[in-house]
Every structure is written in structure tokens, then in C-alpha cells.
């Protein structure tokens, strides 16, 4: 440690004796004791949590920082620590409160990778005891009104810091931001992020395997989508999202899926686009996917909103003949046929046989809903591989009007995983937020004001310029697409 | 009053008087100490309201009793009073928290008739200060939770008193104890409730009129309907809701339609019938209401998970056209049509036209979810005129073996209001909870236990004797429809 940072570390200490002195020092002083932080908290050490991990350890060795990773499993943790030095794993329930608080205590800046559920109360023990909180997950209204109350103790909440939500944010603004300075008037902002598995490792009929949270994926599109298209706001009830994909054709990587997210409307004021005529996040998805998915919507089957009675009494075949109607003397496939109106022999049958649907095995959750049960199923037909490569794609496509000219532009981002451990998704969502630490515990920011999702220059600009030089790049392609007539100009 | 009652009340006011006493005392006098209960407090002086305050006021003048009904709206409290000497109308913000307790605390027994979201607060009241507690609503987990540690304190907490559910279960317990004290094993036990227009007044094209909470009716069968048929788990998830509906012919009044309640598999243990293998509670409509329902539920109007943003800038037929995927050069009655998969022409159409989702009439509600600007249109269409009948069908179906040989069993209800104020709905909601009341006031109850719906014979049957008396009577039916083979007997 340089001789510089002890001697400001004495300064600090100094202040933090005397709290009368602390509570009048101006903001920019209180900023730069950040420069000063030392401990960086980590709560989960699951699949996302690989590349954060790495990231920081190795910047903790230049800058003299100790990571501790928390997680219910002891191994899982000290294996992503893997000896390093600058690491601690520790292994605690979570809901052992003491214990929890001790910890935040002694860290200075706290990150959750946690279920979303437990995000709350870590929320509001930081802002108790005075600490930065972090997150890669979406923020809710809760976490918005507690990031209200951090940002008067001078203390940061931050969410949506991975890849989607989190690098789709920060690589949009940089446009969006980058547009605006040159006058340009947007009419028309599309967005889609797909995590899919990559053609070389694809070998199942639904082009799918899980690369993130498999509740997630099941629960997709639960609730209303909402976007707006030539300023006429859309809905796309769940039972239609799946059914009412459209084909997008992502320059030079190829034709997917799309279907629309639940909150695109939110994000015109967020991204500071109130007027804009044309704007629609999606996920993507390989072609196939969402016609067979739908299937499963169609059935019931990804209902989680009541446990099946006793469903370790029946096999995968009669739950689904549970949610068919009766009809004498037809099989299970063919009532389901009938029920989506295609062929016993169709592409999307194969799908659902392929996955064990209408297998006599038994099922092994007891009194679980219909979501948890297709999830459990799931987790056995659509994991990876060892060597299996995932691969993200992310796009932006702009349409706008500059000095009587109008342009579409978009944004593109393509990467592969090496294999299932080190993955796309794991880098993707893990740097982003890991960047982020970096820059807050050097004091990079000049953060004041509520500042929950990452979508300041100060905040995304650093982040993308690393994330640069780390090998995450889009490829940006525009054209002009007509001249206005001059008269109106 | 009487001498004896008089000489009673000391008593019970030397008892109040002797903490230690009382604590000591056997639980019969306790009950006894019941009798002389004098004060009853209502919330809620809503439509269901009417038949259970006329009836109790009858009564209070009877046996010296007071009854105090409070609601936001002092009129309406006032006119359902009518200036009787034993009524008292009040008038208060039910979030008033000391008031509340101070009403809880000056009366013996408190009724609930405001909406369920209000009935968990009241029952904390009442289980601290130690007062009986009724509703005509379904019981919570947290009610019953409530009512275990109620009866702790031998006070009784009960829901479900009302018609569907209230005179359900206690009609249809009246013949199942008969049924198994005869020896009987019941087979299949279905039981259909509609709260309807009486043909005689049906004069809209959905043949239906609101005589019931309208944000039930709108949001009915949200979730997914459970029922057992023939020993088989039968599931049917809310987009096949109204598509799957059934036609029942009751007895001598005529065909409806019936969809399945989500409830009917909780009922098996509640009503004694673990084992049965065929149980389904059911919702009767006229006939042509349910696929002109599902169309509506299929467009994604009835969603009420989220605010559609401005709602007051939009007509109706801008919401619906939100909806639905652009084509262009098609009116949104063709693309309503093509989604349904009907003719633009067809009796559904017509339906969906009548009540105006087609018209550019501006939405008056702000930031409103589907299901509320459905609500607010429907109100406007579906209100009883002020000499409307309603029409209350309630229908138990039994198939049970005795003997060696199978029967099949109906017990059919069939009641019409005389107008829009005196509805049999209202009358069927208040009656058979104001008679509980009544004979809970009077110590008749020995009731001890959990004890949360009305399922047992002592206090379903003085209930129903008394319906009796008042006019709501069974009509039943039985024949025999099988002798099964001797050697099997």
C-alpha cells in the first residue's frame, strides 16, 4: 500500500472519530473517503457470479481490496474464490439476521446476486448501517424508494447492472445520448437481447438450453406485455406473447424469435425518450421455440400461482391429461393435438414428447405448482453440456431524423461462451456490474441524487470503455433511409 | 325485558366485575353469559346489506337488542335504518383506527360486510378485544389463523355465511350427514350457483345484470379451476375457462351454462368427502354468456395486473385496437372477429358491440387497469332498472350408493327478487348469516373448536328451518338409475 492511501486512511480514521466534523464535511470530501474503501461483499455465488468474482480478485491484488463471498454452499464459494489471497468464502443461512448484519457491517460495499426476494431486506439493512448496495436485477418500486432514502445518507443503490437489465441500459444510452448531441430526433427505438445456446453446441429440438435462472425462463411474459408502436400504445396479453413473435433478422448473425417484454413503456422516461413515436424491448429466442412454448402456456402447465395436490402421486402424462377434456377413446397426444389445432405429428408435438410430457414417469415434487413441475423437467432436458458454448446477442436498432435526413442505425453484439462454466452470459452479466464496483470503490463517482439503474454517462461510460477493451464491442452499421422533402426542413 | 333477564344481566355484570371468577369459569357458562349479549355492529351498509338489517332490527325490537350500522356513505347507512328505534346509523372512515376499536369494544358482536380486503384488520380487532366476528366472505389462511387463536379465547370467528358461499355449504351439508347417516357412499356430489336475471326482466343481449360485487364478476375465474372427476385431478387454466363451460339442465327451470369454481378440491376435506371421486362446484350464467365472456378474457380486457398508462386519453376502441395486431386496411370489429375466429356478424360480436368496446366514447377512469375501465362500462350496461327481478339457482346434484343400489339425487333453489332493492340475492346473502347472528345471540350455539365455516349440523340446521319458514325451500328430487350386481352387494 502506498504511503499516500495509509496516510489518508489515517485522515479518515480521524474523521470518523469525530462525527460532528464528518456530518458538516461538503459532499465532493465524503466522496473522495471512498477512494478509500478496502472490503467488498458479495452475496451468491451461483452461475452469474463467476466473472464478477475473477474480475474483482484480480483488482482487489492491485488496489490491496478483500473480497468475501457468501453463500449457503461453503464449496461453491471457495471454488470461484480458488485460493486466491485477496478472498474469504463464508457459508451462513441467510436468514440469520445477526450474522447478516455483522457482515455488512464490515464490508463497504455490499452486492447481492441473490434471489430478487431477498433484495429488500438487504436493502434496508445497508441503508441502515450506511453501505453501497448493488445488483444486477431489476429494481422494484421498494428498492427505488429505499435508493430514495440511500442517496440522502450519500450512499449508493444501484440495480439492473448486469447485462439485461444493465448492459442493455448503459450500451443504449451511449446512443441515445450520443444522438441527441448531434440534434438527432428519435422516432423509433428497438431492443432485443436474446441468451441462447450457440449453434454449435444446439442439439435439441427447441434450440434451447439453460443458461440462466430456469424459473426465470419459465415465468417469462407472465402479466401484460406493453410497448408502443407509432405512438399507439400495445398490449399482448400472456396467453397471445408467445403466439404473436415476430422475426427479426440480426445483421450478419442470422433470423430470430422475438417476442415482447413486459416493460417497454417504463423505459421511455428512464431513458429519456418521452415523446418518442416507436419504442419495444424483446427477448430473442432461436426460430421454433416460441410456437412450441406457446404450447405449453396453452395447457396451463407454466401456471405457478397454485400447488398441484399431491403431485408426487402422478406421472407427467396424467398431469397434462389433468388440463385436457375428457374425450373417450382418444390418447393424450392426440387431445393435446386437437386442443392447439395441429398435427399428432407436427414440429411442435415432437417438442413437447421430446421433453417427457407424456412419459407414465412419475413425478417427483410434492404439491408443487405447474411451473415448478415443467421447471424440474426442464432442468433435466435443457442443460449444458460440459463444452457447451452459450451465446448472447444483443441489438439496438434507431431510427432518426437529422437535418432533413432520416437514418436507422443499429448496434449489435455477439458473444459466445467457452464452455458451461465460463459462459457469455456469466461475463456479460457479471463485468458489467464489476466494473461498476471498481469505479465506486476508487471514488470514480461523483454520484449524488437518486441513481438507480445505470443510465448517466458518468456512470456508462467508463463501464463500456473497459468492457471494450475486454472484448465485448458492437458492431455498429447506418444507412440514411430517405430525405425528407426539403419544404418541410 | 323480563325479570329473569334482568336478574341475568346482574349476574353477568358481577361477573365482569371478578376477573378471577370469570377466568375460572366452565365453558358452558360462558356461553350461557352469550344469552345476554344486547349489541350488534355492522360494516358495511352495501346492496347485500338490506335483508340482514331488516331482519335483525325485527328481532333487536324482540329481545331488547341494539344494532349500529356503520358505513362511509351516513345516508345510505340511514336509509337502510329507517328510523327503527333499535337501529343507530354511523358514519366513519373505516381507517380510523380508534374509532373502529372504540365501536369493536362497545358491541358483543361484530359483522363484516365491507370488502375482504378490510376483514383481516377487524378480525385483529376483535380476537384483541375479545368479540365475535362474521362474514359472508371466503375465509383467508389468515382468517383461519385468526379463528384458531379466537377460539382459544371461546370467541367465535366464522365466514362463508352468506349465499355462494354461506347456504352452499350448509344445504349441502344438510344432505350429505343425511346421506351418511343413512349408510350411504356418496359418488359424485356437484353443486352449480348462478345469482341471475329473472327472465322476465332479461332484456340485454348477454342476459345478465349485475346483482353482485361487479369487480367479482369481472375478475371470476382469474387462476386456475380445480375439481375432481371420477377419482381424476381435472384442471382448467383461465384462458379455457368460459370455453369449457357445461350445460346443466335444472330441474324444471330451464339449461344454463356452467363454469367451474377454482375451489371445489378444497371442499372435499371441508364437507367430509375425502375420498370422493367425482366433486365440482360450479358458476350457472344464461345460456350465450360464456363464449361472448371468453372473448373478452381472450382480447385481455379483464387483466387487472396492470395500469394501462393515461387511460383517460383513450376511447374504448383505441383500448381494444391496443390489443390487437395491426392489419392494415381491417376495421378493429374485423380484427376482434378474425382473433375469435368468428364472423363479424356473429351473436358474440354483437355482444361485445352492444356494450360499446367499438365506439369512440372517451374512457373516463385515470390510469386504470383493463379489468376496472371493463367494470366501469359494464356498470353503465348491466344495472338493474329499479323494478328489475333478479333470479338466485342453486342446485346440488348427489349420486350415492345405499343398499346395493345407486341413486342420483337434486335439491334445487330457486328464488326471484321483487325489485332492484329487495333482491333474492340480498336476502339469500343476509338471511342466513343474520339468523347465525340471531341464535349465536341468543347462547343457542355450544360452539367450541375451530369452527370457521358453516358445515355443522347445530348451526346449519336452525338456519335452514328458519329459511324454510321464510320461503327459501328445496325442491327435491331423487330416483334410483342403478341395481348393482347382487353377487357384489
Known amino acids: 500500500m502506498s504511503s499516500l492511501n495509509l496516510l489518508a486512511k489515517f485522515v479518515i480514521h480521524i474523521l470518523h472519530q469525530t462525527i460532528k466534523i464528518r456530518i458538516f464535511l461538503p459532499f465532493n470530501v465524503l466522496l473522495n473517503r471512498t477512494a478509500l474503501m ?28 478483500e473480497l468475501t463471498v457468501v453463500d449457503s454452499d461453503q464449496e461453491l464459494a471457495e471454488s470461484k474464490i480458488n485460493g486466491h489471497p485477496c478472498g474469504t468464502a463464508i457459508a451462513f443461512n441467510i436468514h440469520n439476521i445477526d450474522k447478516r448484519q455483522e457482515l455488512i457491517r464490515s464490508h463497504d460495499v455490499v452486492i447481492s446476486l441473490l434471489p430478487v426476494r431477498y433484495h ?85 429440438p427447441w434450440h434451447y438450453k439453460f443458461t440462466w435462472n430456469p424459473a426465470n425462463v419459465v415465468r417469462a411474459g407472465q402479466g401484460t406485455a406493453q410497448y408502443l408502436e407509432n405512438s399507439k400504445l400495445k398490449y399482448i396479453p400472456y396467453h397471445h406473447l408467445f403466439k404473436r413473435h415476430e422475426i427479426v433478422d440480426v445483421n450478419g448473425i442470422g433470423k430470430f424469435e422475438m417476442y415482447a417484454n413486459r416493460d417497454s413503456l417504463v423505459y421511455r422516461r428512464k431513458y429519456g425518450l418521452t415523446d418518442i413515436p416507436t419504442i419495444q424491448r424483446g427477448t430473442l429466442r432461436h426460430l421454433g421455440f416460441c410456437e412450441a412454448w406457446d404450447a405449453l402456456i396453452e395447457l396451463g402447465l407454466t401456471d405457478d400461482s397454485f400447488p398441484i395436490l399431491d403431485s408426487k402421486h402422478l406421472t407427467y402424462k396424467e398431469l397434462v391429461e389433468a388440463f385436457l377434456e375428457d374425450v373417450p377413446g382418444r390418447s393424450v397426444k392426440e387431445k393435446v393435438a386437437s386442443l392447439l389445432g395441429v398435427d399428432v405429428e407436427s414440429s411442435i408435438m415432437y417438442k413437447l414428447e421430446w421433453i417427457g410430457l407424456f412419459e407414465d414417469k412419475p413425478i417427483t415434487l410434492r404439491t408443487a405448482t405447474p411451473a415448478q413441475i415443467l421447471e424440474q423437467l426442464l432442468k433435466q432436458k435443457w442443460s449444458l453440456e460440459p463444452e457447451d458454448k452459450d451465446m448472447i446477442v444483443m441489438q439496438h436498432v434507431f431510427e432518426y431524423e437529422l437535418e432533413g435526413k432520416e437514418y436507422k442505425s443499429s448496434h449489435t453484439l455477439m458473444m459466445k461462451g467457452k464452455n458451461s462454466v465460463d459462459t457469455a452470459m456469466s461475463r456479460l452479466v457479471g463485468l458489467p456490474l464489476a466494473i461498476f464496483v471498481k469505479h465506486l470503490m476508487l471514488g470514480d463517482y461523483h454520484i449524488h441524487g437518486v441513481y438507480h439503474i445505470p443510465v448517466r454517462e458518468n456512470v456508462y461510460l467508463p463501464i463500456l470503455k473497459e468492457l471494450k477493451n475486454l472484448g465485448v464491442a458492437f458492431k455498429d452499421e447506418e444507412r440514411m433511409i430517405a430525405v425528407k422533402d426539403p419544404s418541410t426542413v
Chains 1, 2 share one sequence.
Open 38 to 65: 478496502k472490503r467488498i461483499l458479495l452475496f451468491g455465488a451461483g452461475r452469474s457470479a463467476s466473472a464478477l468474482i475473477d474480475y474483482l480478485l484480480k483488482e482487489a491484488k492491485k488496489y490491496d481490496w
Open 120 to 204: 429488500k431486506r438487504i436493502a434496508r439493512e445497508c441503508l441502515k448501517i450506511g453501505r453501497h448496495m448493488l445488483t444486477a436485477s431489476y429494481v422494484s418500486k421498494d428498492l427505488v424508494d429505499l435508493a430514495e432514502k440511500a442517496s440522502k445518507k450519500q450512499i449508493v443503490f444501484m440495480g439492473e447492472l448486469g447485462l439485461d437489465p444493465g448492459l442493455d441500459h448503459m450500451s443504449a444510452m451511449f446512443r441515445i445520448d450520443e444522438l441527441k448531441k448531434k440534434g438527432a430526433s428519435i422516432r423509433s427505438f428497438k431492443s432485443y437481447t436474446g441468451g441462447l445456446i450457440a449453434p454449435e453446441s444446439d442439439n435439441n
